[in-house]
């Protein structure tokens, strides 16, 4: 079975422009999340997904947006792209919605570069 | 709030050694633990996991991790290490957001490199 596959791989962008990052989740998956690695830290947690709803926000801008499709997979947006977005964006999912033990599983990730 | 700490930037070990990366916890609640790599370039590769159970928990790539309550810590270890394992290291707890919140996180520490010399 394949596993979480997100695309592009790599992009390079303009500050001030526009950016969709796609991702698929493992089939029979129905949760979706998005992380943010920055380069030298461990990932933080941007958006979570379930069903089609949004069920969580990290400390993010409101320039992120994210959406999740009825197949569920999901985009990522970003507007207004900075500088310091540059950044490995993670999308990870998991089967449930639960609290618990449920494993979350990553795709390779989309490196974005703002210059 | 929950958190994780690594206290290691980075950790060498000669190949064949035995390995241990550290991981310190706090949690409200019952602590749901992971340990995730990452090889350079790539995503992150799930290790193992603690729910409840067992305090010596086995994952993938022979390592293992042991929990322990009392000190709060979530040890990754490996008898012996091998040169393919130097990759960066993170270890992870699940935040349920508290009783106001829907979302079910992961906060990850700040990962440890693991290099292993031949």
């Known amino acids: 079975d394949a596993g979480v596959t997100q695309s592009p791989t790599h992009l390079i962008k303009t500050r001030g422009q526009h950016v969709t990052l796609r991702c698929s989740p493992i089939?029979?998956?129905?949760?979706v999340s998005w992380y943010q690695q920055v380069l030298g830290q461990g990932p933080q947690f941007i958006f979570q997904y379930y069903e089609k709803e949004e069920r969580g926000r990290g400390n993010f801008p409101d320039r992120f947006s994210a959406r999740q499709f009825p197949n569920y997979s999901s985009e990522l947006n970003v507007n207004a792209l900075l500088l310091g977005d540059s950044a490995l964006y993670l999308c990870?999912?998991?089967?449930?919605?639960?609290?618990?033990?449920?494993?979350?599983?990553f795709g390779e990730g989309s490196w974005l570069t703002v210059v | 709030a929950q958190s994780v700490a690594q206290p290691e930037d980075q950790v060498n070990v000669a190949e064949g050694n035995p390995l241990t990366v550290k991981c310190t916890y706090s949690?409200?609640?019952?602590?749901?633990l992971f340990w995730y790599v990452q090889y350079p370039n790539r995503g992150l590769q799930f290790l193992l996991k603690?729910?409840?159970?067992?305090?010596l928990v086995k994952g993938s790539y022979g390592f293992e991790a042991e929990f322990n309550k009392s000190q709060t810590s979530f040890h990754l270890k490996k008898p012996s290490a091998l040169v393919s394992d130097s990759a960066l290291y993170f270890c992870a707890v699940r935040d349920n957001g508290g009783v106001d919140s829907s979302a079910s996180k992961i906060i990850f520490g700040s990962g440890t490199r693991l290099s292993i010399r031949p």
């Open positions: 089939s029979g998956h129905k949760s």
């Open positions: 603690y729910i409840t159970g067992d305090n």
């Open positions: 949690v409200s609640g019952n602590p749901y």
């Open positions: 990870a999912s998991s089967q449930h919605r639960d609290r618990g033990g449920n494993t979350i599983y």
